[in-house]
Nanobody, 127 residues
Framework: QVQLVESGGGLVQAGGSLRLSCAPS????????MGWFRQAPGKERECVAA????????FYANFVKGRFTISRDSAKNTVFLQMNSLKPEDTAVFYC????????????????????WGQGTQVTVSS
């Protein structure tokens, strides 16, 4: 069983930055494929960014390309989502997800592909 502990959400003005962190307990981050999703009120949960178990394959949703960066620090056993140039439409609850797939280089972008989920952290961007 993997528990994901998220942190880093908050309130920021448009154009500002936040960094989200996700630490999986019980497993090294290098043994997991990880992803960040977001869900705004009344909308479906969508993938923002994802990183393969190898760390060598990364996915970004078009709406965050050039603004968000997903990274992994094995020494800290943490995955980060650096969010820059935030927009009011980025306001959502952000979730960290993990999968223990044996597909080493695959990135997963669908919610059904992930086994474990964090509790979510609110990101609010004011205009």
């Amino acid at each position: 069983q993997v528990q994901l502990v998220e942190s880093g959400g908050g309130l920021v003005q448009a154009g500002g930055s936040l960094r989200l962190s996700c630490a999986p307990s019980g497993r090294p981050v290098s043994s997991l494929a990880m992803g960040w999703f977001r869900q705004a009120p009344g909308k479906e949960r969508e993938c923002v960014a994802a990183i393969s178990r190898s760390g060598g394959s990364i996915f970004y949703a078009n709406f965050v390309k050039g603004r968000f960066t997903i990274s992994r620090d094995s020494a800290k056993n943490t995955v980060f989502l650096q969010m820059n140039s935030l927009k009011p439409e980025d306001t959502a609850v952000f979730y960290c997800a993990a999968d223990s797939s044996t597909l080493y280089t695959k990135v997963f972008v669908r919610t059904a592909e992930y086994d474990y989920w964090g509790q979510g952290t609110q990101v609010t961007v004011s205009s």
